[in-house]
């Protein structure tokens, strides 16, 4: 069964801090990983995606991935309460490139 | 970025309704569309994969004859609930891949069936 873990939270950071948002997966074969955003009752909105070994950066965000370790991560740098939502990581299944399974999402609170 | 549009975006009807939901990928040919259903304070479970053509692909446990999935052609996927029932009723959302683009998502259906 290939799963992808995160933890659920609540993650509570001040505001302008930064929240580390962390997930592991099991399929060593995976080649693509993704972060999503999910306001709640809304649909998840894509924010990063990372295929290669180290960082990646856009704006505020920075994505880590160490295949090594079967770990990938989600920095949101001087964060703001606009940013509390559900952060969904997701990554691809080594048979099929574009099918994805999704963990369960961490909750994420920042704090005015 | 790409935009999938999903409609429509909430339904009510009376259980024994059949419910059409359609996902459109506006700017880009989505070779692949994905239907997810999601409920209360849980994750996305994938329901189904789509390819442009040819049969869907369910999910363990998602009943194929119960919720028809329709991919014509490479912009439009069509989910239909046959005879909905109240245990049906969840926040359905689409996905559309295809070429370079990663998954990008509908708005998201809201079903409630009375």
């Known amino acids: 069964q290939k799963e992808v873990e995160q933890n659920s939270g609540p993650l509570s950071v001040p505001e302008g801090a930064i929240a580390s948002l962390n997930c592991t997966y099991s399929d060593r074969g995976s080649q693509s990983f993704f972060w999503y955003r999910q306001y709640s009752g809304k649909s998840p909105e894509l924010i990063m995606f990372?295929?290669?070994?180290g960082d990646k950066e856009d704006g505020r965000f920075t994505a880590q991935l160490n295949k090594a370790s079967q770990y990938v991560s989600l920095l949101i740098r001087d964060s703001q309460p606009s940013d509390s939502a559900t952060y969904l990581c997701?990554?691809?299944?080594?048979?099929?490139?574009?099918?994805?399974?999704f963990g369960p999402g961490t909750s994420l609170s920042v704090i005015p | 970025g790409a935009v999938v549009s999903q409609h429509p975006s909430r339904v009510i009807c009376k259980s024994g309704t059949s419910v059409k939901i359609e996902c459109r990928s506006l700017d880009f040919q989505a070779t692949t569309m994905f239907w997810y259903r999601q409920f209360p304070k849980q994750s996305l479970m994938l329901m189904a994969t789509s390819n442009e053509g040819s049969k869907a692909t369910y999910e363990q446990g998602v009943e194929k004859d119960k919720f028809l999935i329709n991919h014509a052609s490479l912009t439009l996927s069509t989910l239909t609930v046959t005879s909905a029932h109240p245990e049906d009723s969840s926040f359905y959302i689409c996905?559309?891949?295809?070429?370079?683009?990663?998954?990008?998502f509908g708005d998201g259906t809201r079903l409630s069936i009375l």
């Open positions: 996905s559309a891949t295809g070429g370079d683009q990663p998954q990008h």
């Open positions: 990372i295929y290669s070994n």
């Open positions: 997701a990554v691809n299944v080594q048979t099929s490139y574009d099918k994805v399974i």
